[in-house]
């Protein structure tokens, strides 16, 4: 494990620098250098106090099996809300008003937040699952450059290793 | 293997989830992924069809899934079955009200949407935590 910091969260140069024994905290990137920091160390983490520090799991354990139709299930509903997603959207560039155009964003953005739920209780839950693995196999199989490109890349690289 | 209309949803939660790792490369490269599947979008489209497809998870998907879920003893799906069946309800009303007022019930206000769990909230400003997923109010987006 390794410290990663959120700089959304950081104030900036305090504790974490002075407190970490190998200085991997002290970087001009603002990024925490995982190959200098010791692997479970945490000592930053408990010493920053924004809470801007935390330890990123190198390994992931594959995501609880679920019976294969209930995910089919949770993913049919992904498909209804998405669509649903799309209808509001349609409803929003043709709306009458600006009002009805509103309410047809709040809809299709709630609509894509319900979708992407039923989406990671489908099993795709995160980016380093067999269920993601498979689906960019595919996707860089199925589909056209731009696609394959990026597929092909996602698939390459560690990101989507446990 | 999802269907493509599926995939922007799949992609863009992915690209959260990599986000939330600070795996920013990932976090984008899923997220230009998300927009390269738009899906098709449907011909005619009005807020009364969107009422009776969303009325249509409420009535029969969500009471479906909870049994389902219940079943396998599944804590995930009856969690996100749980706030999806409240989120789908209020979108519901949302419609309602709105089809009943029209643009009279927004006023002045302005609409905040959950970006952990898609609750609608119509008001001046967001709730100090969302009713439905207990996030503070800082997880609210305004829609504009
Ligand atoms: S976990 Fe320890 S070694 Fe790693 S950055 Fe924090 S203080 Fe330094
Ligand atoms: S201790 Fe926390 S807030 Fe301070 S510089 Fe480090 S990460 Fe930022």
Redesign the interface.
């Given at each position: 494990m390794y410290a990663s910091r959120n700089i959304r969260l950081c104030n900036k140069d305090c504790v974490c620098l002075f407190v970490c024994p190998t200085g991997a905290t002290d970087t001009e990137t603002g990024q925490i250098d995982r190959l200098t920091c010791v692997d479970g160390c945490r000592v930053c983490v408990d010493a920053c106090p924004s809470h801007a520090i935390h330890l990123v799991v190198e390994h992931y354990p594959e995501p609880a099996p679920k019976p294969p139709s209930l995910a089919e299930a949770m993913m049919a509903l992904c498909e209804r809300k998405s669509e649903q997603e799309r209808t509001a959207l349609v409803i929003a560039d043709a709306a009458p008003t600006a009002g009805t155009a509103r309410i047809a964003r709040a809809l299709a953005r709630s609509a894509r937040i319900l979708a992407e739920d039923c989406a990671r209780e489908a099993g795709y839950m995160i980016p380093q699952c067999d269920a993601t693995r498979e689906l960019m196999g595919r996707i860089a199989s199925d589909h056209d450059a731009d696609i394959r490109t990026i597929a092909e890349q996602l698939a390459g690289g560690t990101a989507l290793t446990r | 293997?999802?269907?493509t209309?599926?995939?922007?949803?799949?992609f863009?939660?992915?690209s959260?989830?990599?986000d939330k790792?600070?795996?920013f490369?990932?976090a984008e490269?899923?997220a230009?992924?998300s927009a390269?599947f738009p899906?098709?979008?449907?011909a005619d489209?009005?807020?009364e069809?969107?009422r009776a497809?969303?009325a249509r998870?409420v009535d029969r998907?969500y009471p479906?899934?909870q049994a389902?879920?219940t079943e396998?003893a599944?804590r995930?799906?009856l969690r996100?079955v749980k706030?999806?069946e409240k989120?789908?309800t209020a979108?519901r009303a949302?419609?309602d009200r709105?089809t009943a007022k029209?643009?009279d019930?927004?006023n002045d206000k302005k609409?905040f949407?959950?970006?952990?769990?898609?609750?609608?909230f119509l008001g001046d400003d967001p709730p100090e935590i969302c009713p439905v997923c207990k996030a503070p109010s800082a997880r609210f987006?305004t829609?504009?």
């Amino acid at each position: 494990m390794y410290a990663s910091r959120n700089i959304r969260l950081c104030n900036k140069d305090c504790v974490c620098l002075f407190v970490c024994p190998t200085g991997a905290t002290d970087t001009e990137t603002g990024q925490i250098d995982r190959l200098t920091c010791v692997d479970g160390c945490r000592v930053c983490v408990d010493a920053c106090p924004s809470h801007a520090i935390h330890l990123v799991v190198e390994h992931y354990p594959e995501p609880a099996p679920k019976p294969p139709s209930l995910a089919e299930a949770m993913m049919a509903l992904c498909e209804r809300k998405s669509e649903q997603e799309r209808t509001a959207l349609v409803i929003a560039d043709a709306a009458p008003t600006a009002g009805t155009a509103r309410i047809a964003r709040a809809l299709a953005r709630s609509a894509r937040i319900l979708a992407e739920d039923c989406a990671r209780e489908a099993g795709y839950m995160i980016p380093q699952c067999d269920a993601t693995r498979e689906l960019m196999g595919r996707i860089a199989s199925d589909h056209d450059a731009d696609i394959r490109t990026i597929a092909e890349q996602l698939a390459g690289g560690t990101a989507l290793t446990r | 293997m999802p269907h493509t209309a599926a995939l922007a949803a799949v992609f863009s939660n992915l690209s959260k989830a990599a986000d939330k790792q600070q795996l920013f490369e990932t976090a984008e490269r899923f997220a230009r992924l998300s927009a390269l599947f738009p899906g098709t979008r449907p011909a005619d489209s009005t807020l009364e069809s969107l009422r009776a497809e969303v009325a249509r998870d409420v009535d029969r998907d969500y009471p479906a899934l909870q049994a389902a879920g219940t079943e396998a003893a599944d804590r995930g799906v009856l969690r996100a079955v749980k706030w999806g069946e409240k989120v789908s309800t209020a979108q519901r009303a949302l419609i309602d009200r709105y089809t009943a007022k029209g643009d009279d019930l927004l006023n002045d206000k302005k609409l905040f949407v959950c970006e952990a769990c898609g609750f609608i909230f119509l008001g001046d400003d967001p709730p100090e935590i969302c009713p439905v997923c207990k996030a503070p109010s800082a997880r609210f987006s305004t829609v504009k």
